[in-house]
């Protein structure tokens, strides 16, 4: 795959929750990092700590989705634009920056630049 086809199947992967899949896109050395103060923020440190911090998302949103709305290729770096929603209590609508570095076919750098402020409020944590 391309790089730009890996950071497609990671939002296929997350969107329809093939987590096996999902684990199989990140190199075992990944960094992935989220910037923000919200419970999710930091840095995470190969795929098993990372999707262990997405598994708190049920938890902390209501039905939360993102919508790949752009995406854009240069040799190994890939940068997605998604908007992201949340419904219930913590509604939440919000654009987000997604940027990836891609080595041997995996993604081994992922740094987030979510609206952290709305996350934020919407988990209450704020």
């Not at 419970?39 to 902390?60: E, F, I, R």
């Not at 040799?75 to 891609?102: P, Q, R």
């Amino acid at each position: 795959m391309t790089p730009k086809e890996v950071v497609q199947k990671n939002y296929e992967c997350f969107t329809t929750g093939d987590m096996t899949t999902f684990r199989t896109l990140y190199a075992e050395n990944a960094i992935v990092k989220v910037n923000g103060i919200h419970k999710l923020s930091g840095t995470y440190h190969g795929p098993d700590n990372w999707m262990s911090a997405l598994s708190q998302v049920p938890q902390l949103y209501d039905e939360f989705k993102i919508e790949l709305v752009n995406i854009i290729a240069e040799g190994d770096h890939v940068f997605a634009m998604l908007h992201a929603t949340a419904v219930g209590s913590g509604k939440m609508t919000a654009d987000f920056g997604h940027f990836y570095k891609i080595e041997n076919g995996k993604i081994a750098e992922f740094h987030i630049f979510d609206d952290s402020q709305k996350m934020a409020a919407t988990m209450n944590a704020a």
